[in-house]
């Protein structure tokens, strides 16, 4: 008899070892897409070695192993990233006001995560108060009142297969005792439905394809922050008038040319959204015609598509947005009966 025991003692049978063999070893390949941890989990690893020899007349034999199979377990891991570019711009007092959160599964199975908003966040200048958290029903990355869910703990946890995500926002009231420029910090966080603990912890049986559940090393809660500021823009509005009299003087006579100068300067942070001037014509006096400009540059008095006109018996003049810090001016005349 050949002395087989030199062969078997070199020969190891190793989980995902690749055996290099002229003949080839009854191995079954499963391809998966990749993911952020890996393989699938409840994915079935199979493998078998072969042992390979030259008997006493001369020809080859070969003698497979037992098969070894094993399942992937999941492994949890959660991220929370902000999607906003900044500081998400806010008022005094303001309600529903918008932070934006990207929740991604980065584990290798399918979860389930229970989300929480945290206000009570030391160094920051207010403490928003969260009314709501709305998941982002139709995948469009922007918050649709009335289409986009509400989200509620424990009845619609957002459930992520591997490498899914979700967009989630936190709707909340700023405190009407914050002023300009403060800040105020809210966090998300997304803890796993399965559970949470220090990298490594096992759950067992409760696995995504019937394996353990593995607590990978995000301890299976994600948290990022977001940050509301206030902009609390105002406007201060100035008329003045300046004369001029037939005669070359400053005295107000009729034949008189008064000319008004209106200026509209926005301050604080932030900006003013339509903002807009009307002034009628005072009693006695005639508007001059052609006489209405803006920031220097002549207005038509008719209505059409500049930001000007006079309607007969008042002019009005649109700015449209206008940011902190600028000014806008305004100036026409009228000519006293």
């Not at 020899?53 to 399942?71: F, H, I, R």
């Not at 929480?116 to 009142?145: C, E, K, Q, R």
């Not at 809660?221 to 823009?233: E, H, L, Q």
């Not at 002549?298 to 206008?322: K, N, P, Q, Y």
Request: glycine content about 12%.
């Amino acid at each position: 008899m050949p002395n087989f025991g030199i062969l078997w003692s070199i020969m190891k049978v190793r989980l995902g070892a690749v055996v290099l063999m002229a003949i080839p070893a009854t191995t079954i390949v499963f391809c998966a897409p990749a993911l952020a941890t890996g393989t699938s989990a409840g994915t079935t690893i199979t493998n078998t070695a072969t042992a390979t020899y030259t008997n006493s007349v001369g020809q080859p034999v070969s003698v497979p192993s037992n098969k070894v199979d094993l399942k992937v377990d999941e492994v949890i891991n959660v991220k929370v990233a902000s999607a906003d570019p900044g500081d998400v711009s806010a008022f005094s007092g303001g309600t529903n006001q918008i932070l934006s959160f990207n929740i991604t599964n980065t584990g290798n199975g399918s979860e389930a995560f229970r989300l929480a908003p945290v206000n009570a966040i030391g160094g920051d200048a207010f403490d928003p108060s969260t009314t709501s958290i709305v998941l982002d029903t139709n995948h469009n990355g922007v918050y649709d009142a009335g289409v986009d869910t509400v989200y509620a703990a424990g009845s619609n946890d957002p459930v992520l297969a591997a490498d899914g995500s979700i967009r989630a926002f936190i709707l909340s009231t700023i405190p009407g005792t914050a002023t300009d420029g403060q800040r105020g910090q809210t966090d998300l966080t997304a803890t796993a439905v399965t559970g949470t603990g220090p990298a490594g912890t096992v759950f067992t049986g409760v696995g995504d394809g019937g394996g353990d559940a593995v607590i990978g090393t995000s301890t299976g809660v994600g948290r990022d922050k977001g940050f509301y500021i206030v902009s609390a823009a105002t406007v201060s509005f100035v008329k003045s008038a300046t004369i001029a009299d037939p005669f070359g003087g400053t005295r107000s006579v009729p034949g008189s040319v008064i000319t008004y100068t209106l200026v509209a300067t926005v301050s604080g942070s932030g900006a003013l959204s339509n903002l807009a001037v009307t002034d009628p014509i005072p009693a006695a006096t005639t508007y001059v015609v052609g006489s209405l400009t803006l920031q220097g540059a002549a207005l038509t008095d008719a209505t059409d598509s500049d930001a000007g006109e006079f309607s007969g018996t008042a002019i009005a003049a649109r700015f449209g947005g206008v940011a902190a810090g600028q000014t806008r001016t305004v100036t026409f005349k009228t000519k006293i009966n």
